[in-house]
Structure formats: structure tokens, C-alpha cells
């Protein structure tokens, strides 16, 4: 067992231990406890509750965030976990062991009363804690905390006292009007703020007079806060400056006051912190009241000017978080599997690319040591989770590509000789499901089962340019709306006539292109913008080709989902097909050189096999 003066030392030889003295370190330890990470093991999931503080002892740590991309490498001496602990919310980045690791990991209360031990310590969370969020800001600067204006939030009405109130005064404004603090002013100016935390401290404590003037226990010229300033920016502020009361003023006038509960609570509204409400349900009924808050969410996103790109990773990591938590819910009613399994993603769940208006793809992978007998349990499994995805409103798919599907349950060795089959033989049944099919993400389950069949179905496809020629051919059938004088050719029939079909004749193009140019790279992605970066990387198009398909994928995704969006305002179901009567002319101009790109690029994947 490790010495405690061992461990005692570890700490002191790093920061921001090493601003401590051993005795308050020795106090601040309690409940100190040591786990063992092999290499892969995961420490903290994305959406998860974290009470403890994890510092690294030995080995490596990784961070990645919702897109699986990496954050942050951490090594000896190290912390993480602090961000949740801080904020009190969900776990926002994944950590995984990147090679075998020892984390320490130190209990909330133990955090706090280290923190509250010595100011040094504290500030180099709060100011770690700022940082990240700064990061955070700049790597997504169209943020909705970047967006949202202070002027745009409620907050708490404005209370305040002159500055010539005694405290008594001051603490009957305060009882009266159910606030825990006010402003001071002079002459309409801010001079000072008053907190409950301030009259205990100050007051009570020190057993003052009730008549002291208030001005000698406020906080004299507190840090304000334009009301034109972003919450961003607030919430930077008030953790530099270990601040939980912010005065808003409007032309030197007070207008508000926000607490840090407010602020968080505009931060709360991310869907990491809603993947978290999803991940605590107990029953499929829960799931689907959460789920309700999905399209308020995407309309905040497209307020945020958020991109096409995150708006459907957005939605589609709620869609993982819902499928995630059926299959546990149906694990905990039927009991362990009988034999390992993966459940699979389609479709634009499959590739991170679902808007508001998505029904279900997806399928189960088992292993080869599946018996018929078995199949009831997954049956089961399949039943359950398809059951509750509906009733989340993800409908079922039309094509019944489903795990309820006994078809599209079955065993490696089964999934290997489908596509296989395929490839071989690619008929337009086989390239139909070809396509569904390239599309699978893990979920849930077991990833190897996934690594193994992706790595068969890369080196099949590679190997078969008569496969490739033959996707790209049935690609055709999916053309831009555009006439010979590049004039939108509209749908003339049924409900959606005189409008454009944004998905069918301007996503799945792109789509398309992107997965038969990731396949002849040798390469099983499933996101279509990740497909077009591997397609330039392994020399398939060029670098402008590829950004230029990015650009025209964006502008078509966006203006598909904010037309949904306005669907939805109005009480209709959202739908694909948008008028061009409701686009700006600058909007219909470069929606019209989108869908040219997307022409120039299938005429050139014509030519590539020879097809023109």
C-alpha cells in the first residue's frame, strides 16, 4: 500500500497542490482513493454525473468531445473532471486511458474544502475553468453562449437601496422582496452590492449593529456588465473574478441582476446536459418526454447561426442517447445477452446527419457465436428499443430496415456474406441496401464486431471497380433541381408542388459522391464531410472539389432545416421540400451555384469510370 507522506509528496510536487501546505493538504485528502486503467479503458462518458476531482498518477489520458475528436492529452500530475464539478453538470468530454494509467480520484466535498483552504488553489480551477470555456467559445464561436445577449434574459428584477439605507433597512428590501442580494446606489449609480453572504459574514458574525450604514459591509464598486454584452462573456467574467452576482446596466442604469445559476442555466440547454436528463430516465415514456425538447433546442441552434454540420450532430447525439438508454432499459427487463452484440446506426444517424425530420435505420450485429435459440432474447432487445425510438418520434422506417427485422439481425459471419453478396453482384436491390448498410456507426455494444466487418467490407469494395462504376451510376438517379439554363426544375405533383426537394435532389447528390469516393480510397467513413477530407487525402478529388462540395452540402442542409424550423413554428410537420417564393433572391443565387457544383462534380464521377 502507498505510503501516505507518498502520496503526500506526489501532490506537492504539482500544480496547484503545491500552493498548499502539507497539513492543509493532508486534511484536504480525505476520502483520497487510487483505480487502475488499462489501456482503452474509459474513466468519465460524455452526459454522465462527476463528483470527484481525477488527477493522473502514472500513465496517459486522453479527452474528446461529442465528435470523438481530441481535446486534450493529459500526463502525470494532472486534473481533470473539474469542468462538472465546477459547473454542476454533466460530463462534457470522454476520458479514456491511452496507455495503462493510476488516476487518483478526490471526493467533491474534499475539492471544496481545498478550495476554500486557500485562495491560490481556487483561482487556478476557476481561471482552468474560464480557459476551457474560452476554448470552447472559439472552437464553436457561432456558440448559443456566444449568441445570447444579456439583454435577452430575464434574470432577476432590479432591487437596490440608496446608498444611505442602513443594513436593517437593506435586509427588510431583501426579505420583502424573496432576493438574496440587492444593489447599493448613489444617484441612480451603482456603488455597491449587498449579498446574503455579505450580511452574514459581516454582520452577524462580527455582531455588528443592525444600524450600520450599508456602505460599510457592501461590496463597494462591484464588476458590471453591459446589457449588450454576451453571456459568454458573463460567464467568463464572473468565474475569473469568483464572482456569483453580476449587475446588468443599460446606459450606466442598472437594469438587472444575474446570478452564475442564470447564466449556467443558458449553458444547461447544450445538449450534452440533455443527454444527461436522457442517460437518468427509468422508462421509455420519460425518454420520450425529454426527447419533446429536441426541436426547441435545434431552434435555438439556427438562432445561433450554429451550421448544418452541428445542428445534425446535435440531433443526432440525442438520437444516440435515446437508442443508448432504450437498450439499457431493455438489458435491465430481459437480462445479460446471451452473446456479445453491437447495435448499428443507418442512414443519416449512421452518418451524423439527421435534421428534424428523420425516421429509423439501423440493425444488430452479433457474434459468430450466435445460436438460433438466441435470437428471441434479441428479438426482444429490438422490439423494445424500435418501440421507444417511435415513440420519440423517430418513425419506423418504411422499409422496415430495422433491428426488429430478423433479416437485419444476425451474426458477423451472416453480415459478412451480405455485403459480399453486393459487392458482387450489384443489382439495383444490393446497391440500395449497399448504400443503407455503408452507412453503420456503432451505438451500443461491442466496437470490435464493427472494426472487423468495416475492415471486410473496405477491402471488398476497393478491389471491385465494377461495384464502384455501378453506385455511381445509380447515383444519377438523385440530380440537382437545375434546368438547362440553370432554372430551378420544381416538383409539380402532390402536396409539396412547385417546391424543391432539398433532400433527395440536393443532400443525397453529395451524399452519394462523398461514400463512392470514401470507397475508392479504401476508406469506411460514414460522415459525408469526413468522406469528401478522406476522398482529398487519398487523392480521389481535389483539395477546391472537396471544399466546394462542403460549402454546397452546408448551404442545402441549412436551408432545408430552417425551413423546418418554420414548419414547425406554424403547427405543421416538418418536411424537405421548400418553395423558393420563401427564399431571398441572394439565397436562390447561391443555391442555384450549389446545386452546379453538385452537377459539375456527378458528370465528373461519370467520367472517372467511364459511364459519360
Not at 200 to 223: F, G, K, Q
Not at 540 to 560: P, V, W, Y
Request: aromatic content about 8%.
Amino acid at each position: 500500500m502507498i505510503e501516505l507522506s507518498e502520496i503526500l509528496d506526489f501532490f506537492l510536487s504539482h500544480p496547484p497542490f503545491d500552493q498548499l501546505e502539507r497539513e492543509q493538504l493532508k486534511d484536504g485528502l480525505r476520502g483520497l482513493q487510487a483505480e487502475y486503467f488499462p489501456k482503452g479503458g474509459e474513466i468519465l462518458k460524455i452526459g454522465q454525473e462527476n463528483h470527484l476531482l481525477h488527477v493522473v498518477r502514472s500513465g496517459a489520458i486522453e479527452l474528446h468531445n461529442s465528435d470523438d475528436d481530441l481535446v486534450a492529452q493529459l500526463g502525470e500530475g494532472e486534473c481533470f473532471g473539474y469542468i462538472s464539478l465546477l459547473s454542476g453538470r454533466p460530463v462534457r468530454y470522454r476520458a479514456v486511458a491511452s496507455e495503462d494509467a493510476l488516476v487518483y480520484h478526490l471526493p467533491a466535498d474534499s475539492f471544496r474544502h481545498l478550495r476554500s483552504t486557500a485562495a491560490s488553489f481556487d483561482h487556478y480551477f476557476t481561471e482552468a475553468f474560464a480557459e476551457r470555456l474560452n476554448m470552447a467559445i472559439r472552437d464553436k464561436g457561432r456558440s448559443e453562449l456566444a449568441a445570447t445577449r444579456l439583454g435577452d434574459l430575464s434574470g432577476r428584477a432590479v432591487v437596490q437601496v440608496e446608498s444611505s439605507a442602513s443594513v436593517a433597512e437593506a435586509a427588510a428590501v431583501m426579505t420583502e422582496k424573496s432576493v438574496s442580494s440587492l444593489l447599493v446606489s448613489r444617484d441612480t449609480r451603482v456603488v455597491g452590492i449587498l449579498t446574503d453572504k455579505d450580511l452574514r459574514r459581516r454582520v452577524v458574525a462580527p455582531r455588528l449593529s443592525y444600524d450600520t450604514p450599508v456602505t460599510e459591509v457592501m461590496t463597494a464598486n462591484p464588476t458590471v456588465a453591459d446589457h449588450d454584452s454576451n453571456v459568454a462573456e458573463a460567464l467568463l467574467i464572473m468565474m475569473q473574478m469568483n464572482i456569483h452576482h453580476l449587475p446588468v446596466i443599460r446606459d450606466d442604469l442598472p437594469v438587472g441582476i444575474l446570478t452564475l445559476a442564470d447564466l449556467l442555466r443558458v449553458e444547461a440547454e447544450h445538449p450534452i446536459y440533455m443527454v444527461g436528463d436522457i442517460l437518468k430516465q427509468s422508462n421509455a415514456e420519460n425518454i420520450a418526454r425529454v426527447s419533446k425538447r429536441l426541436p426547441e433546442l435545434i431552434q435555438r441552434m439556427i438562432s445561433a447561426d450554429a451550421t448544418s454540420d452541428q445542428i445534425g450532430k446535435v440531433v443526432t447525439t440525442v438520437t444516440d442517447a435515446i437508442t443508448r438508454r432504450l437498450i439499457q432499459l431493455a438489458i435491465q427487463r430481459l437480462g445479460p445477452p446471451p452473446v456479445k452484440f453491437a447495435w448499428l446506426a443507418l442512414g443519416s444517424q449512421g452518418r451524423q446527419e439527421q435534421s428534424a425530420k428523420s425516421d429509423q435505420d439501423n440493425a444488430l450485429l452479433l457474434e459468430d457465436s450466435f445460436l438460433p435459440e438466441h435470437d428471441k432474447y434479441f428479438e426482444e432487445l429490438a422490439r423494445y428499443v424500435n418501440d421507444g425510438l417511435d415513440a420519440c418520434g423517430y418513425v419506423y422506417c418504411p422499409g422496415d430496415v430495422m433491428a426488429s427485422n430478423t433479416r437485419w439481425r444476425q451474426p458477423l459471419k451472416v453480415w459478412k456474406s451480405y455485403f459480399g453478396r453486393w459487392i458482387a453482384e450489384p443489382e439495383p436491390k444490393a446497391l440500395m441496401y449497399a448504400n443503407i448498410f455503408f452507412d453503420l456507426r456503432l451505438v451500443e455494444g461491442h466496437g470490435l464486431l464493427v472494426t472487423e466487418l468495416k475492415d471486410h467490407i473496405a477491402q471488398l469494395a476497393r478491389k471491385n471497380h465494377f461495384f464502384l462504376a455501378m453506385m455511381a451510376k445509380n447515383a444519377m438517379a438523385f440530380q440537382p433541381p437545375l434546368g438547362f439554363f440553370r432554372q430551378f426544375v420544381l416538383d409539380k405533383s402532390g402536396e409539396h408542388g412547385d417546391s424543391l426537394d432539398m433532400k433527395h435532389r440536393g443532400v443525397i447528390p453529395i451524399v452519394e459522391l462523398a461514400r463512392i469516393y470514401s470507397l475508392a480510397g479504401g476508406e469506411v467513413r460514414v460522415n459525408s464531410r469526413r468522406r469528401l477530407k478522406s476522398a482529398v487525402k487519398t487523392g480521389q478529388i481535389t483539395d477546391g472539389t472537396g471544399r466546394s462540395l462542403e460549402d454546397a452540402l452546408e448551404l442545402i442542409d441549412f436551408i432545408r432545416m430552417s425551413h423546418q424550423w418554420e414548419e414547425m413554428k406554424n403547427g405543421l410537420p416538418p418536411s424537405n421540400f421548400v418553395p423558393p417564393k420563401f427564399l431571398s433572391p441572394l439565397q436562390r443565387q447561391h443555391l442555384k451555384a450549389a446545386f452546379n457544383v453538385v452537377r459539375t462534380a456527378q458528370a465528373a464521377l461519370l467520367n472517372r469510370f467511364g459511364l459519360s
